[in-house]
């Protein structure tokens, strides 16, 4: 499953530059698929939709950081454990109970964000 950033965020940032896929940005910053992947131009994600990964997206959240179900991997692939979960001092980036996906899948969309790797 995707981590989520709760509403118990200080939005100090620690976060940010911890995630391999890019997938935290600060509240009310816009954020595209291509940011931090080789994502580029017209591409069909994993879960079959098709975007335009160059095309700015809407923030998820207007107050806090927030996490990018989409781009998040939980950091397989990379890290044993979620780093944004490992340096948030107050705990507050916690796994999403409504976007559920196994450690297949999660490998999967890392390998689709970063062939190279």
Known sequence: MAIIITDECINCGACEPE????????GADD???KD???L???VVLTNGSEVDADEAQE???DEIYYIVPDKCTECKGFHD????AAVCPVDCCVPDEDVVETEEELL???KFMHPEG
């Open 59 to 61: 923030p998820v959240s």
């Open 19 to 26: 995630c391999p896929n890019t997938a935290i940005y600060e």
């Open 31 to 33: 954020w595209r698929y």
């Open 36 to 38: 931090g992947t080789s």
């Open 40 to 42: 580029e131009g017209t």
């Open 81 to 84: 454990e979620p780093q944004c």
């Open 108 to 110: 999967a969309k890392q």
